[in-house]
């Protein structure tokens, strides 16, 4: 679909995910707002054929990531009717056998490793720009996301947080944390799992631009047309020649020693009895006793 407008907090089709255009930015939006837009694998496998539809289309010069309704992403889908973690997808970020009817650990390393490890990785392999577009919350796997892009627009009541120590695990799968927010502040988002501010991001240099929710759209597209402006092969030359910089700072070899740590902490929950989430789920995860902190950047 093309159109010259884009309206987040009702989409125009009944789709996981949908694709728009507007003056040569391909707009991508996570279409599951009855759930925050919880990741489930028809949401991650739509979102890559949409980003694939994007960089094979020689019109497109920037991709935007959405999010539905009054949030960006509340992570990954770890309960709603529509989670669908046992069907069965063909690979594209990972070479390894099917997950479906393995057991245990090698069911979970096989999944991970595809529809959250390797899917950002090989998002943030897009040779054009992409741009996420936040609002509300931003947690988890919602970070993932955001972190995948080159760039992110927050609205000013966008809020982010990384709360899966609660589960006894170390972070989410694409562990960028101490590259974006700084080792110090990544300790204490995860330590705290605390959620913290658009503003604060925008201080920390994790968020470019920080914008009142009303004008998110139009100040993120103003963005972009001006990035579409620039030599197309340049710009990828140059996000290229800035995330090879990134991995020689170590932040590949990290998420990989950190992944056998996430999965290390799936197995011991599991072995201790509490099952591999440590017991949580997702109305435990969200209650208002783990989900507000006491942070004032919060």
């Known amino acids: 679909m093309v159109t010259e407008g884009i309206n987040m907090d009702t989409p125009d089709v009944d789709e996981v995910v949908t694709y728009e255009v507007t003056s040569g930015v391909a707009v991508v939006t996570m279409n ?9 694998s028809a949401m991650t496998y739509a979102l890559d054929a949409a980003f694939s539809r994007a960089v094979n289309d020689d019109d497109i010069k920037v991709i ?33 056998w099917d997950h479906v009817d393995k057991p245990a650990g090698d069911q979970r390393f096989a999944r991970e ?3 959250y490890l390797g899917m950002c990785r090989r998002w943030r392999e897009i040779p ?79 968020v470019n631009r920080v914008v009142p929710r009303s004008q998110l759209w139009n100040q993120t597209l103003s963005l972009a047309t001006r990035i579409a402006a620039m ?31 996430h999965h290390f902490a799936h197995a011991h929950n599991a072995e201790i009895g509490t099952g591999p989430l440590g017991g949580m789920d997702a ?8 989900a507000e902190g006491s942070s004032s950047r919060a």
């Open 231 to 261: 030599p197309q092969f340049g710009l990828a030359l140059a996000k290229r020649a800035v995330n090879q910089c990134e991995d020689h700072m170590g932040l590949r070899n990290g998420m990989e020693a950190v992944f056998g740590l």
């Open 32 to 40: 599951r707002p009855r759930y925050r837009n919880a990741q489930n």
């Open 113 to 115: 490793a595809e529809v």
């Open 128 to 206: 054009k720009p992409t741009i996420a577009m936040v609002q509300g919350a931003c947690v988890a796997g919602g970070l993932m996301l955001a972190w995948a892009c080159d760039l992110i627009v927050a609205a000013d009541d966008a809020f982010f947080s990384d709360p899966v120590v609660r589960m006894g695990i170390p972070g989410v799968e694409y562990f960028a944390h101490p590259w974006v927010l700084g080792p110090r502040f990544a300790k204490e988002i995860l330590y705290t799992g605390e959620r913290f501010s658009a503003q604060r991001a925008y201080e920390i240099g994790m």
């Open 64 to 96: 935007v990531l959405a999010g539905a309704g009054e949030h960006f992403s509340a992570g990954h889908d770890i309960g709603t009717p529509e989670r669908d973690h046992n069907v069965r997808y063909e690979n594209r970020a990972v070479l390894w």
């Open 283 to 290: 109305k435990a995860m969200t209650s208002p006793a783990n």
